[in-house]
């Protein structure tokens, strides 16, 4: 089963496939990142593969290593039970990636976490905005440059919540809802 | 997209699209969850999901720990069921390490990560009654999970934060007299589950408020990430247990319930079938369960014992490279999974070599339900969102980084 899915993705996308190995039970295959939007599709549209199951999105942070990230995609197939990792390494001069939001519902939220914690960006993505922290915290916490200790002040307002006020305003028929006189 | 939601509401004069924050110290919405709402009269027209941060900061504090140093943190994970989260740490670094652990282990892993089911099981499922008004049934399956952590407590030594998990083994063996407990708690716990049926399970009120409601498709189920209970709930019989087993799922009999609608009461009888299969396993594994001992005899990963430590040169040395240095990880990277209290676990970690881990990364299944949990919310009423969201059964200490 293991390097079905290894040789596969080699026979569909030659160039576009770095490295791949298997190791420990689990399959990897290492893609550019400019393919692989095309290389997950393939996966999941496939029948030898079926992987219609995403089951997480992460990201790794190698500080000495060129390319600096890789942003990792691990993959299954409810029907064929088999998994494979596919990777796509980044450069720090340019972390960006096409997204997969599309193909899987829960992408764009696993995206959301990657953006918030390593400042990956994802082009295309519906929604991209930190998930876990606040829109106004500074860097990326899980990036390996980031000191554990840094702290960061308190902030006034949420802009989220100025938003959501304005919004509101946006769906009240009269504009001047302090007045009190709502001509109906 | 979003003038066409509001067209037709538009036309109605009497009503206008609401804009509802819920929580984050709501008392349906347990830990720092806030749903921004856009309501239409009662009903959810769009739902924006903001889980908030508890700020202890996981992943990041994993990475200044040695491996060892890292039970306590998955302890504090999913802290309903902490055991659960103890063994898939253990299981993803020892697949990373090569090693095996002795038969003996594996059954104890078994029972206890089965005693810790029962208690996510029991907590939700009363809780769950309790966020509807049924404090008697909140009330058995408290004392059901009280039971349960005693068990705990007398094999861990704690109830809560019990990092009874370690790399090639557990902490300690089961106490001599555990089977004893067990019947006793078992006799119980089945008097609280068939009390809770008859509280519950043909309960008018809570017919109706679970019935049809919170209800998710299985393609939807699948493609949003939900795995355990609620992916279950909707047919699909996705459980890691049974098709990939792992410890000793393999040698012990039990079934995997499904539910057809994917609605919350589906989820709710999933939980409470699931509960009785959890006590089968236990059951069958105290049967199997030979002597033998409970640690991997590798001396790279194992502490000796004090006896050894204090009496010979040898074992102190290895007690001490074990403490100050840490585990020594061959590099590589590894995806580890197992089946939690809400659904598959898993863990994905890059070693570079050293005695601390490089990455750790959890797959936790609350967090990635949070992500989908608006397609549950969207379309039914305001009211829906209570008994939807106990049966998510989101825990926030998993929920957060």
Redesign the interface.
């Known amino acids: 089963m293991a390097k079905k899915l290894i040789d596969l993705v080699k026979k569909k996308f030659g160039d576009a496939l770095l490295q791949s190995h298997s ?4 399959d ?1 295959v290492v893609v550019s990142k400019d393919s692989l939007a095309d290389v997950i599709e393939f996966l999941r549209d496939d029948e030898a593969s079926k992987m ?5 999105i ?1 990201a ?3 500080l000495n290593r060129r390319p600096r990230f890789d942003v ?1 995609y ?1 993959l299954y197939s ?1 029907e064929l ?1 088999h ?1 494979l ?1 596919v990777r796509a390494p980044l450069e720090e001069s340019d972390v960006s990636l096409p997204t997969i939001a599309h193909l ?3 992408a ?3 995206e959301r ?1 990657v953006f918030d ?1 390593y400042g990956v960006k994802f082009v295309g993505h519906p929604d991209l905005r930190r ?4 829109e106004e915290f500074e860097g990326h ?2 990036r390996k440059d980031y000191a ?1 200790q840094a702290s960061q002040p308190r902030i006034e307002l949420l802009s ?1 919540e100025r938003d ?1 006020v304005e ?2 305003r946006k ?3 009269d504009e001047d809802i302090n007045t009190g006189s709502r001509a ?1 | 997209m979003a003038e066409d939601i509001f067209q037709g509401i538009d036309q109605d004069i009497h009503s206008e699209p609401m804009i509802l924050q819920m929580g984050p110290s709501h008392p349906a919405t347990h830990g720092t969850v806030r749903f921004t709402l856009t309501l239409d009269g009662e009903s959810v027209v769009k739902c924006d999901t903001e889980v908030g941060y508890l700020h202890r900061g996981f992943e990041k504090e994993s990475e200044n720990s040695t491996w060892t140093q890292v039970f306590p943190y998955t302890d504090r994970l999913n802290y309903v069921s902490p055991l659960l989260n103890n063994f898939g740490y253990a299981l993803a670094v020892e697949k990373l390490l090569g090693i095996e652990v002795p038969e003996r282990c594996d059954y104890i892993r078994t029972i206890m990560g089965e005693v810790s089911r029962l208690s996510d099981h029991l907590t939700c499922v009363g809780a769950g009654g309790l966020e509807l008004g049924a404090m008697t049934a909140f009330l058995y399956a408290i004392e059901g999970r009280e039971l349960v952590w005693d068990l705990i407590e007398q094999v861990t030594g704690a109830r809560l934060t019990v990092s009874y998990g370690r790399v090639g083994g557990v902490k300690d063996d089961l106490t001599p007299d555990f089977a004893e407990n067990w019947a006793v708690v078992k006799k119980r716990l089945l008097e609280i589950h068939a009390t809770t049926h008859k509280l519950l399970t043909r309960n008018r009120i809570f017919l109706d408020r679970m019935e049809g409601t919170g209800v998710i498709t299985p393609e939807a189920a699948l493609s949003y990430g939900y795995t355990g209970v609620c992916l279950r709930s909707t047919g699909v019989a996705y459980d890691v247990r049974k098709d990939h087993p792992y410890f000793c799922y393999d040698k012990v009999d039990f079934d995997v319930p499904v539910g057809a609608h994917g609605d919350n009461f589906d989820r709710y009888l999933c939980r409470m079938d699931e509960i009785l299969q959890s006590i089968r396993i236990i059951d069958q594994c105290l049967a199997q369960i030979q002597p033998g001992p409970v640690n991997s005899d590798d001396p790279r990963v194992v502490l000796p014992e004090k006896v050894k430590v204090y009496n010979t040169i040898e074992s102190m040395i290895q007690h001490f490279k074990i403490i100050f240095e840490g585990i020594q990880v061959p590099p590589g990277e590894v995806y580890s999974y197992t089946e939690g209290g809400n659904g598959e676990l898993g863990y994905y970690i890059v070693s570079n070599g050293t005695g601390k881990p490089w990455k750790i990364h959890v797959r936790a299944p609350s967090f990635i339900m949070m992500g989908g949990i608006h397609k549950l919310f969207e379309g039914s009423l305001l009211a829906d969102i209570i008994p939807t969201f106990d049966t998510i059964n989101m825990i926030g200490g998993e929920c957060d980084r």
């Open positions: 190791r420990l039970g689990n990897t219609n199951f995403l089951r997480d992460t790794v942070d190698y990792v691990v409810m039970k998994m990792v899987y519902g829960c764009a939220w696993l976490e914690m998930v876990l922290l606040y916490p899980l554990t989220r959501s919004e509101f769906y009240v028929k109906d």
